[in-house]
């Protein structure tokens, strides 16, 4: 028996790693396999690729459609055709024409639109597999007749792919905001990837610089487009490689418990010139808290020598912590309005520069956003979202905050 060995990203592994119709824990089969997420995730091309893959394994009918599609060339074609031709054994299987895509074992892809094309839809017959590109631009009537038609072979599944960008479109509503239990659903990012191209890195630098942080945020960041002036630290960010010197105050170090399905946020932050640096994160989902000490100190240098400030909401953790490798860790004092006050204290630098190692610290802070209503008014509440590092910082710098720090050297209010 031979072993074929795929190379995917860690959370696009996941997504694709059971097989087609498999039994979740709660008893049901698998229907959905969703991805959304920036540029250079490498979402549409692991699809294309699994697609690919379990064509070859056993005889399928495809279908690859999107809202929009005038011609083959349009369509998801070409991302097949990427995947197929990058693994030689899947190179030889295929027969890949200008305008159609079919396997020596007749696996078949088919290719459609679904504007102003859903009779067509629905009379296609004996769809094993559905993969939605561009997802969110997919109105609720194509969902409504695609869905009706799709899931009529047994172990059918629909792999919707989108980039955010309304919150509450159709696919944001059925996917992230109320998944089905059938489905499986994962974010994945261009730091996600590290198959990410240098080329693509280059570009991503570049608009980083050149794009206002909405832009940017959704773009790259899988974040919703809104206005800029939601987000918490709007004109505040600034990535860039340093190193702290002499003179420099700190270091002062935070941690943000991640308890599913939230991640834990710890930083080395250091305050110089006006501005707050942050040196250095350790950040993951799913860290057990008898592995929180070596997933912290394996990614910040000594961070077990030095005080880090942690919420106080959870005593037990800081006492099992202070114990089990962190020995200097201590609850962080609150107060009424904390939150909110340490928001306009780190508001009040003049900069909050973030090592480019920092990865998901630099994506919570350009993404943490002010609450909106439905008018469109923006609130002073906060959202419950991308706030795991901000609040690692936060706590990090609660003695300064709460303290009055002179305003000369940590900021002006």
Known sequence: MTTARIKLPPKLARLYSKPRGALLPNGERIQYRASY???????????????????????????????????????????????????????????VGRDYLRGANGTEFIFRGLRRNTQSIKSLAKIDLTIVEESEDVPEESWLALEATVFRQPRAELWPIWNPRDEGSPVDARFRQRPPSNALVEEVNWSDNPFFPQGMEKLRAREEQRLDPATYAHVWEGAYLVN??????????????FTPAEGWD?????????????????????????????????????VEIDGMAAFITARIPDFAKYVTRADSSEPKTISYAKRHGLPLMEPVKKWPNSVMEGVRFLRGFREIVIHPRCKNTVRDFRLYSHKVNKAGDILPDLEDANNHAPDAVRYALAPLIKGGAPVALFGRY
């Not at 800029?228 to 490689?241: A, I, L």
């Open 37 to 95: 997420g920036g540029r250079g995730s490498g979402k549409s091309f692991a699809a294309a690729q699994m697609a690919a893959i379990w064509g070859y394994a056993e005889p399928l009918r495809v279908l690859c459609v999107r809202e929009f599609q005038a011609s083959i060339p349009e369509s998801f074609h070409a991302e097949l055709k990427a995947a197929i031709s990058a693994v030689p054994w899947l190179e030889s299987h295929y027969d």
């Open 228 to 241: 800029s002036e939601r987000h918490v630290f709007n004109g505040k960010v600034r990535v860039e490689d």
């Open 250 to 286: 700190g270091p002062y170090q935070g941690t943000d418990f991640g308890f599913r399905p939230d991640p834990l946020a710890a930083v080395r932050v250091w305050v110089h010139d006006e501005r707050v640096f942050i040196e250095h994160e350790a950040y993951g989902t799913e």
